[in-house]
């Protein structure tokens, strides 16, 4: 008689078994599809509006004209964005509304005051609202962008810079990674507020802005102090300091005490003290 064989068989994988248990666990809602560490929970309770309540609702009006897609609109305090289609491509929106286009996008803006922002390519905007002392139009993002003002108005760069004029256009094009250019197309003459300077554009010139982390937000002129524009920039006097006429450059004289500040620079003058400000490429006195 043989001797029985040893079965060469193995044991069946237990696959079938571990799915059903998941399935039974998925079913029964005790297991965490989640990745660690688990689900965020809120830090404020209730949580914010977010860009619904970013920019309020202001009682001027603006036309979006859509020339090529794609075209996006968000009406103030809403979050829901919608496109502008071929065969509806003007709307009317109040201040407070983005308006956004893509890569290959071309659209209008007519504000008030007869200012009018061309968009091209990508570019993001708010509608200003002028009642509240507002810039008439905030250029959040830009590929592109035209300015043209009817009236005397300002529009805010990307980054919070503020351009001002009474003419166009000006032509702001994103050049480099976190650097604006600003060309000035008109016969007049622009004037843009960067944190404490004041920066002159006439006809044909373009200036370079760079986008800092802290922003380019013009300062705010101290009630107490007195603002003075020099040929290098604008600078606040507190107390006894006199602006005296020069040739070379812009001469503050203190007959007290006193303090100058401007320029990234914070002096204090005694009485009879000088400082003299020269604008670049200007040739210091000998």
Not at 70 to 98: C, H, I, M, Q
Not at 231 to 237: D, I, K, N, S, W
Request: proline content about 6%; charged content about 25%; hydrophobic content about 35%.
């Amino acid at each position: 008689m043989s001797a029985p064989r040893r079965s060469d068989r193995r044991p069946r994988r237990l696959v079938p078994a571990l799915g059903a248990l998941v399935l039974a666990h998925l079913a029964s809602g005790c297991f965490d599809t989640q990745r660690y560490p688990g689900i965020l929970e809120p830090q404020i309770v209730p949580l914010p509006d977010g860009a619904k309540s970013a920019y309020e609702r202001g009682p001027e009006e603006a036309f979006v004209i859509r020339h090529a897609d794609p075209v996006g609109v968000r009406v103030a305090e809403s979050n829901e964005k919608y496109d502008l289609a071929f065969y509806d491509k003007r709307t009317r929106v109040p201040a407070g509304s983005w308006v956004f286009t893509g890569a290959q996008a071309h659209a209008e803006v007519l504000l008030a005051g007869a200012t009018q922002i061309t968009l091209r390519g990508r570019c993001s905007g708010v509608v200003g609202s002028e009642s509240r002392r507002e810039p008439v139009f905030r250029l959040i993002d830009v590929g592109n962008a035209s300015v043209t003002f009817g009236e005397s108005g300002q529009v805010q760069l990307p980054g919070g810079a503020v351009l001002e004029s009474d003419t166009g256009p000006f032509v702001v094009e994103s050049v480099r990674h976190r650097i604006v250019r600003v060309r000035n197309r008109s016969g007049g003459i622009g004037r843009i507020a960067y944190r404490d300077s004041i920066v002159t554009i006439e006809p044909s010139e373009s200036v370079d802005l760079a986008l800092l982390e802290g922003g380019t937000v013009p300062y705010e002129v101290d009630p107490s102090a007195r603002a003075v524009l020099s040929e290098a920039g604008r600078l606040q006097l507190r107390g006894e300091v006199d602006v005296l006429a020069s040739d070379d450059g812009t001469l503050l004289r203190s007959s007290g005490t006193g303090q100058v500040e401007g320029l990234g620079l914070t002096l204090d003058l005694g009485p009879g003290d000088e400082v003299r400000v020269l604008g670049l490429g200007s040739s210091a006195p000998r």
